[in-house]
């Protein structure tokens, strides 16, 4: 199978060399439903380590885009957000969020681990948190980019979470089109109980995944800084209202504040201090966005005693006053 032609990327980042991928050799490349058939498995999908050391690989919120998501998930057509880039995007990672993507019709290649992976019409592509991943698509392409955070997983099935930790793509069946299709139509309608709604197809996408991974992904080796971080990660998601500060989470990971900082630095791009800020904003956004809850009581929750205080750090994280935030997210704008 002949592979798409490399090119430098558009901005600056990481290219394949710089991934320092030989810990794990790359997949063979192929259309995606018709891939090399790992041991016992069907041939139509691929499980892909993401492992790598280095750490010029950007952290994005979404590519290019720090902010955090103003909504209980992101959902966007690869066109939107690949053909304003010249249908190329470099490498970055998602610290807190993970991705479904949909190609309909076109092709591209997928980049992992220095590894570029072809996939063709009718594709389905995993990526979990943390993953160092680009792509390249053919222009016009068209498909849906499905992006929600973690905690959004794991509220939707607790265990999806855990059993999603390896990259994969494979085959799109009917189902799984349908289910992005549906949540594209949910996420746009707004019409009455559109949080249930799309939480129950975010259960029903999270099944679909784990099925079509067979349980591999969960059992894929991960670096002792990766396997350290998503540790915290875990263990934030678990403490974040209660517990502020780093040396919390590294006592409870039997490690020095200096050690997980310096881990968090070199997979995320991000202090631990940071991704704990992050975090508590995170809930803040979706407090405001989801619930009537009044802004002194959600800052109060979140550690805030003086609403002062929490109205200028959630400025500082989204560039928005808390109620102009929520005034937003009810206009849908």
């Not at 901005?11 to 794990?24: E, K, S």
């Not at 407090?287 to 002062?308: C, F, K, N, Q």
Request: glycine share 8%; net charge neutral; with cysteine.
């Amino acid at each position: 199978m002949q592979q798409l032609a490399e090119k430098k990327p558009r901005r600056a980042a990481a290219d394949d060399t710089d991934l320092n991928a030989h810990d794990v050799p790359p997949l063979p490349v192929g259309i995606a439903h018709q891939a090399t058939r790992a041991a016992g498995e069907a041939d139509n999908k691929w499980y892909i380590s993401c492992m790598t050391r280095r750490t010029e690989i950007p952290a994005f919120a979404l590519y290019g885009e720090r902010a955090g998501l103003p909504d209980l998930l992101h959902v966007e057509t690869i066109r939107d957000r690949a053909g304003p880039l010249d249908w190329e995007i470099a490498m970055h990672r998602h610290p807190s969020l993970v991705q479904f993507l949909w190609l309909d019709t076109g092709g591209g290649a997928l980049r992992l681990d220095g590894g570029t992976h072809e996939f063709g019409p009718g594709t389905a592509i995993f990526l979990p948190r943390l993953c160092p991943h680009g792509f390249r698509f053919s222009p016009g392409a068209q498909g849906l980019v499905v992006t929600l955070p973690v905690a959004a997983l794991t509220e939707a099935m607790e265990q999806a979470a855990a059993d999603l930790v390896a990259p994969w793509l494979g085959a799109a069946d009917a189902q799984f089109t349908a289910l992005m299709q549906e949540i594209a139509r949910e996420h746009a309608a707004r019409d009455p109980y559109r949080t249930e709604a799309l939480r129950a197809r975010i259960v029903l996408l999270a099944l679909w995944a784990i099925r079509a991974s067979g349980g591999i992904a969960a059992r894929q080796p991960r670096s002792a800084y990766g396997g350290l971080v998503t540790a915290f990660l875990d263990l934030l998601e678990r403490e974040f209202r209660a517990q502020k500060e780093t040396v919390f989470y590294a006592a409870a990971l039997h490690r020095t504040a200096s050690h997980l900082t310096r881990a968090c630095k070199a997979v995320t791009g991000q202090t631990a201090s940071a991704l704990i800020r992050e975090r508590v904003m995170l809930e803040a956004r979706r407090e405001l966005a989801y619930t009537a809850r009044r802004v002194a009581e959600i800052g109060y929750d979140l550690g805030y005693e003086d609403p002062a205080h929490f109205a200028k750090a959630f400025r500082a994280a989204t560039g928005h006053a808390p109620r102009d935030f929520r005034a937003q997210v009810a206009r849908g704008s």
